[in-house]
């Protein structure tokens, strides 16, 4: 297949280089750009079409500035700029908040949309899901297994998500999160590993590849040569291969620092029985990632692979995997930003004509003097190019600014890709749309210069204008709303009770939550297990989560149970929908229930509980099942809960000193933990917030412009009318009434765009009905209000005009 | 003065030397930017090259049109003899320079 040069680089320097020198340059650049394809790759030959673009245009815009008269035109400009310094602040202002608005946006929506995946044909890759079926005993196929259907597959890899792990070194004992992964997980990805010294297949040992995140770990223990194979070793696999990526796997998990290689069996087989008498087993399983044979579809993979015995199958594509929940918000940052980015236009359109109004004079002098129309043009071309040049300057550095700002409050989704940061591709775009700021800014000036002074377009621009902020502020308003909503609903648990998950070779459970019970401040302690997921069984037919608890469970978590005082040593607990499921609307307490299996395990259900967010706050709860937890045996894994005014210190001190060399992680409230599976929503909640903000602000500082304009534009007409007795007051009722009429129809398209376009919120909003036309007319009364008011302000310009001298201009 | 000349400009002028009748923009650009060990931009080698044909040292010539250019055919360059005279004053120069640096103790 013929590379072809990145699209948009390539479309604006045809655009840009009409010379016949700009052509020239330009084919060169097609040329080239094949050559440096074959020569360092795709990647870097993009990349270096990119940067010669805007280099090539560098040079020739420097090349126009050398011009004699365009330095005359320049310091022309200048003066012009620095006569109305309020005017030209202004534009700058409004540049400012639209560009680093669009930069920003844009930085954290092109990897999720307009960016290709950074993996060799990413389009082909897909994750296979597996959930046991009917029966326990279906048994998940090996990695081998996966890997023998050729028919379907051209490459299958796994992987599990990162684990901590204790780096032991002379430097000290930092934690790493470590995921493992198959030999091939790399090849699969296609993603190349740079500097990495060569494994020998004949090695006993699995080799440990340090990813991009690892040029921390490399240089925090002053290694510079990552092919030396002499990194300190983690406490189970010793390190045989390094390197390092340019791409991050943060979709592993977000703080992924290296890859440890292991046998596939291990990988896919991994199954931990907790060796109680209740006889309940859990299992881990691997994720697996496969590259499917060009023209496999990825549905053509599930009716393949799964049996009427085995585990369900369901396959997803790695790009919806990765971008697919954030894809829509992403398409819609976008949206919102290239919204942003025409209000903006359109104020600018209207500074640009009011100021070549008030330019008539001058204009019909230099006409007078044998100035050529293009001549005339070139003059608010230059005016706005210069205020465009300042303004894409200061938003790149603000935007710059803003986004290592957001690192703190970034959810992790949205660094899958990388951390957002200012790249080629952002300033690429966003000085495309400066460039675009200009053209459409400067068309006002050619239909206004020097003869006509009215357009429709006055009015219907700062009308969409009002349209677009007053959508904009409804659907902020929703998902402010929502939000509030989401926050404030009952999760389940109380919010003083404390998670600690604590990994290790062998967990006391009983010796440890007796210690535990001492703690100064503890009213209740429990212990569970993660739990896995059932997709359904004999007695409930409803996908649900079977967890392991000991007694006192509830009362630790502070979830509600019938009875209050129930014996789970004695039965079962079911949350209250599978209750449901189980009994409709009777109370299940007394009923048998059946997991199937040969033979079937029974119990009885001694209570109910209340549904738990497990999912997180925005998902409905998870139905689930808690069964006994033996305290008597040790466990690999565990979760101590407990609850009361407790030093968090102490409580990781007491579970370190029963369980030495476990893995502890801090120590965290749960009502906290859900909070954080809506980070992502809360994220997008006051970013769309902040955007509409900007957007407020650029609406009124538009119509405060298009008020300036009016009475620029209708200056003779209003000197006639004091002229002939006019009061002050009536002539700014006349501008007003322009302004009111302009907020008015601009409220009623807004509420009605609004109210439509707040149906593609719902699947965001919580507990908030989206077509409600008393939110959607509130709003629009407080946003036409504020309209109002900036047009009553500007419209005081009129006190200023002195009718004789408007008169005499004539 | 013909020799009077930047030293991107007789880098361009001394790559499109050497190229003789096939001195173009990619070859030249990549001659000048392996000599300076630095990005050029093919717009900082175009503009540099319409300098030198308006002052007489280079002139051009296109070639057929090419589907790997988009249709447009490759201008060839060559130096004028005012060209090559600047040329060669400037390799002399260098020349005679970098022989008294090296008998610098």
Redesign the interface.
């Given at each position: 297949m013929t590379p072809v040069p990145p699209r948009l680089s390539r479309a604006v320097l045809h655009a840009c280089a009409r010379t016949e020198?700009?052509?020239?340059?330009?084919?060169?650049?097609?040329?080239?750009f094949?050559?440096q394809c074959m020569e360092r790759g795709l990647r870097a030959a993009s990349a270096w079409y990119r940067?010669?673009v805007l280099?090539?245009?560098?040079?020739?815009v420097?090349?126009l500035l050398r011009a004699e008269r365009l330095r005359a035109d320049m310091r022309h400009t200048l003066r012009t700029v620095h006569r109305d310094p309020q005017a030209s602040a202004a534009v700058i202002l409004a540049m400012v908040v639209a560009l680093t608005t669009f930069a920003v946006l844009f930085a954290l929506a092109d990897p999720f949309t307009l960016r290709p995946l950074p993996y060799r044909d990413a389009d082909r890759l897909v994750l296979i899901e597996f959930e046991r079926g009917a029966s326990p005993a279906s048994r998940i196929p090996t990695l081998q297994e996966w890997q023998a259907r050729t028919d379907l597959f051209d490459a299958v890899a796994a992987y599990r998500r990162a684990v901590p792990f204790r780096l032991h070194t002379d430097l000290g004992s930092p934690t790493f999160h470590v995921a493992s992964v198959s030999p091939n997980f790399l090849d699969v990805l296609g993603l190349p590993l740079r500097f990495a010294a060569t494994w020998s297949p004949s090695s006993a040992l699995p080799p440990v590849v340090i990813t991009s995140d690892g040029e921390t770990l490399l240089t925090s223990f002053g290694i510079t040569d990552s092919t030396h194979p002499t990194l300190p070793t983690l406490e189970t696999i010793p390190i045989m291969r390094s390197g390092t990526l340019s791409v991050p796997l943060a979709f592993m998990a977000p703080a992924t620092h290296a890859l440890a290689a292991v046998d596939v069996h291990e990988l896919l087989t991994v199954r931990w029985t907790t060796p109680d008498q209740s006889g309940w087993t859990t299992s881990g399983v691997a994720n697996v990632i496969a590259r499917l044979r060009r023209g496999v579809p990825p549905t053509a993979v599930e009716s393949a692979l799964e049996g009427p015995d085995g585990p369900a199958i369901h396959v997803v594509r790695f790009a919806d995997f990765i971008q697919g929940d954030l894809r829509p918000v992403a398409s819609g940052a976008l949206a919102t930003g290239l919204i942003l980015w025409t209000i903006c236009a359109g104020y600018v359109a209207l500074f640009t004509a009011a100021r070549t109004i008030d330019r008539r004079q001058e204009f019909n002098t230099r006409r007078a003097l044998g100035a050529a129309s293009w001549q005339l043009w070139r003059l608010p071309c230059l005016e706005l190019g210069f205020l465009a040049i300042v303004s894409l300057a200061v938003s790149v550095l603000l935007s710059a600014a803003i986004l290592h700002q957001l690192q703190a409050v970034l959810p992790s989704e949205y660094t899958t890709l990388g951390a957002p940061a200012i790249t080629s591709r952002v300033l690429f775009a966003t000085s495309f749309l400066t460039v675009l700021v200009v053209v459409v800014g400067v068309i006002p000036a050619f239909l206004t210069t020097p003869r006509t002074s009215q357009g429709w377009w006055r009015s219907t621009v700062a009308t969409a204008q009002v349209a677009l902020t007053l959508s904009l502020a409804i659907g902020a308003g929703l998902l402010v709303q929502s939000h509030r909503n989401l926050l404030a609903q009952d999760i389940g648990v109380a919010r003083d009770a404390i998670g600690i998950s604590t990994q290790g070779p062998a967990i006391l459970i009983e010796e440890t939550l007796q210690a535990l019970a001492l703690v100064p401040g503890a009213t209740a302690v429990a212990a569970a297990t993660s739990g896995y997921r059932m997709r359904h069984d004999a007695t409930v037919p409803i996908p649900m989560l079977v967890r392991q608890v000991t007694r006192g469970y509830f009362a630790a978590t502070g979830a509600h149970t019938t009875p209050p005082d129930l014996r789970l040593e004695t039965g079962i607990v079911v949350s209250t929908s599978v209750a449901r499921h189980m009994t409709n609307l009777e109370s299940p307490i007394g009923h048998a229930y059946s997991q199937g299996g040969h033979p079937p395990k029974v119990g009885t259900v001694v209570g109910t509980t209340t549904d738990v967010f497990t999912n997180g706050l925005a998902r409905p709860p998870s139905p689930a099942i808690f069964v006994p937890l033996s305290t008597a045996a040790p466990i690999p894994a565990v979760q101590f809960v407990i609850r009361g005014d407790v030093d968090s210190t102490a409580v990781r001190q007491v579970i370190s000193r029963v369980n030495p060399g476990a893995d502890i992680a801090a120590p965290q409230s749960l009502a906290d933990a859900l909070s954080v599976t809506v980070r992502h929503r809360t994220f997008t909640t006051w970013l769309l917030t902040g955007v509409c903000l900007s957007a407020l602000l650029l609406s009124v500082a538009s119509l405060w412009g298009m008020v300036a304009f009016l009475v620029s534009s209708r200056r003779h007409e209003f000197a006639v009318r004091f002229t002939v007795g006019a009061t002050a007051a009536h002539v700014r009722w006349l501008v007003t009434r322009e302004a009111l009429t302009t907020t008015l129809v601009g409220s009623v398209a807004g509420a009605g765009l609004g109210h439509w376009a707040a149906g593609y919120l719902e699947a965001l909003l919580f507990q908030v009905e989206a077509g409600r036309w008393a939110w959607t007319l509130a709003t629009s009364a407080v946003v036409a209000l504020v309209f109002v008011g900036a047009a009553r302000h500007r419209s005081r310009g009129v006190n200023a005009i002195d009718p004789v001298r408007a008169l005499r201009s004539l | 003065m013909a020799t009077d000349l930047g030293l991107f400009e007789l880098l361009v002028l001394m790559a499109t030397a050497a190229h003789g009748n096939h001195a173009?923009?990619?070859v030249i650009?990549?001659d000048v930017a392996a000599s300076r060990g630095t990005?050029v931009?093919?717009?900082?080698?175009?503009?540099t090259l319409?300098r030198l044909e308006r002052r007489g040292l280079l002139t051009s010539t296109h070639g057929d049109p090419?589907e790997?250019?988009?249709g447009?055919p490759?201008?060839y360059y060559q130096l004028t003899p005012a060209g090559q005279t600047a040329v060669a004053v400037n390799r002399a120069a260098i020349n005679h320079l970098a022989h008294l640096a090296t008998r610098q103790p």
């Amino acid at each position: 297949m013929t590379p072809v040069p990145p699209r948009l680089s390539r479309a604006v320097l045809h655009a840009c280089a009409r010379t016949e020198l700009g052509r020239d340059a330009a084919a060169d650049l097609d040329e080239e750009f094949r050559l440096q394809c074959m020569e360092r790759g795709l990647r870097a030959a993009s990349a270096w079409y990119r940067r010669q673009v805007l280099l090539s245009l560098l040079a020739f815009v420097l090349v126009l500035l050398r011009a004699e008269r365009l330095r005359a035109d320049m310091r022309h400009t200048l003066r012009t700029v620095h006569r109305d310094p309020q005017a030209s602040a202004a534009v700058i202002l409004a540049m400012v908040v639209a560009l680093t608005t669009f930069a920003v946006l844009f930085a954290l929506a092109d990897p999720f949309t307009l960016r290709p995946l950074p993996y060799r044909d990413a389009d082909r890759l897909v994750l296979i899901e597996f959930e046991r079926g009917a029966s326990p005993a279906s048994r998940i196929p090996t990695l081998q297994e996966w890997q023998a259907r050729t028919d379907l597959f051209d490459a299958v890899a796994a992987y599990r998500r990162a684990v901590p792990f204790r780096l032991h070194t002379d430097l000290g004992s930092p934690t790493f999160h470590v995921a493992s992964v198959s030999p091939n997980f790399l090849d699969v990805l296609g993603l190349p590993l740079r500097f990495a010294a060569t494994w020998s297949p004949s090695s006993a040992l699995p080799p440990v590849v340090i990813t991009s995140d690892g040029e921390t770990l490399l240089t925090s223990f002053g290694i510079t040569d990552s092919t030396h194979p002499t990194l300190p070793t983690l406490e189970t696999i010793p390190i045989m291969r390094s390197g390092t990526l340019s791409v991050p796997l943060a979709f592993m998990a977000p703080a992924t620092h290296a890859l440890a290689a292991v046998d596939v069996h291990e990988l896919l087989t991994v199954r931990w029985t907790t060796p109680d008498q209740s006889g309940w087993t859990t299992s881990g399983v691997a994720n697996v990632i496969a590259r499917l044979r060009r023209g496999v579809p990825p549905t053509a993979v599930e009716s393949a692979l799964e049996g009427p015995d085995g585990p369900a199958i369901h396959v997803v594509r790695f790009a919806d995997f990765i971008q697919g929940d954030l894809r829509p918000v992403a398409s819609g940052a976008l949206a919102t930003g290239l919204i942003l980015w025409t209000i903006c236009a359109g104020y600018v359109a209207l500074f640009t004509a009011a100021r070549t109004i008030d330019r008539r004079q001058e204009f019909n002098t230099r006409r007078a003097l044998g100035a050529a129309s293009w001549q005339l043009w070139r003059l608010p071309c230059l005016e706005l190019g210069f205020l465009a040049i300042v303004s894409l300057a200061v938003s790149v550095l603000l935007s710059a600014a803003i986004l290592h700002q957001l690192q703190a409050v970034l959810p992790s989704e949205y660094t899958t890709l990388g951390a957002p940061a200012i790249t080629s591709r952002v300033l690429f775009a966003t000085s495309f749309l400066t460039v675009l700021v200009v053209v459409v800014g400067v068309i006002p000036a050619f239909l206004t210069t020097p003869r006509t002074s009215q357009g429709w377009w006055r009015s219907t621009v700062a009308t969409a204008q009002v349209a677009l902020t007053l959508s904009l502020a409804i659907g902020a308003g929703l998902l402010v709303q929502s939000h509030r909503n989401l926050l404030a609903q009952d999760i389940g648990v109380a919010r003083d009770a404390i998670g600690i998950s604590t990994q290790g070779p062998a967990i006391l459970i009983e010796e440890t939550l007796q210690a535990l019970a001492l703690v100064p401040g503890a009213t209740a302690v429990a212990a569970a297990t993660s739990g896995y997921r059932m997709r359904h069984d004999a007695t409930v037919p409803i996908p649900m989560l079977v967890r392991q608890v000991t007694r006192g469970y509830f009362a630790a978590t502070g979830a509600h149970t019938t009875p209050p005082d129930l014996r789970l040593e004695t039965g079962i607990v079911v949350s209250t929908s599978v209750a449901r499921h189980m009994t409709n609307l009777e109370s299940p307490i007394g009923h048998a229930y059946s997991q199937g299996g040969h033979p079937p395990k029974v119990g009885t259900v001694v209570g109910t509980t209340t549904d738990v967010f497990t999912n997180g706050l925005a998902r409905p709860p998870s139905p689930a099942i808690f069964v006994p937890l033996s305290t008597a045996a040790p466990i690999p894994a565990v979760q101590f809960v407990i609850r009361g005014d407790v030093d968090s210190t102490a409580v990781r001190q007491v579970i370190s000193r029963v369980n030495p060399g476990a893995d502890i992680a801090a120590p965290q409230s749960l009502a906290d933990a859900l909070s954080v599976t809506v980070r992502h929503r809360t994220f997008t909640t006051w970013l769309l917030t902040g955007v509409c903000l900007s957007a407020l602000l650029l609406s009124v500082a538009s119509l405060w412009g298009m008020v300036a304009f009016l009475v620029s534009s209708r200056r003779h007409e209003f000197a006639v009318r004091f002229t002939v007795g006019a009061t002050a007051a009536h002539v700014r009722w006349l501008v007003t009434r322009e302004a009111l009429t302009t907020t008015l129809v601009g409220s009623v398209a807004g509420a009605g765009l609004g109210h439509w376009a707040a149906g593609y919120l719902e699947a965001l909003l919580f507990q908030v009905e989206a077509g409600r036309w008393a939110w959607t007319l509130a709003t629009s009364a407080v946003v036409a209000l504020v309209f109002v008011g900036a047009a009553r302000h500007r419209s005081r310009g009129v006190n200023a005009i002195d009718p004789v001298r408007a008169l005499r201009s004539l | 003065m013909a020799t009077d000349l930047g030293l991107f400009e007789l880098l361009v002028l001394m790559a499109t030397a050497a190229h003789g009748n096939h001195a173009y923009g990619v070859v030249i650009r990549r001659d000048v930017a392996a000599s300076r060990g630095t990005e050029v931009s093919s717009g900082a080698i175009y503009t540099t090259l319409d300098r030198l044909e308006r002052r007489g040292l280079l002139t051009s010539t296109h070639g057929d049109p090419s589907e790997v250019r988009g249709g447009r055919p490759r201008r060839y360059y060559q130096l004028t003899p005012a060209g090559q005279t600047a040329v060669a004053v400037n390799r002399a120069a260098i020349n005679h320079l970098a022989h008294l640096a090296t008998r610098q103790p």
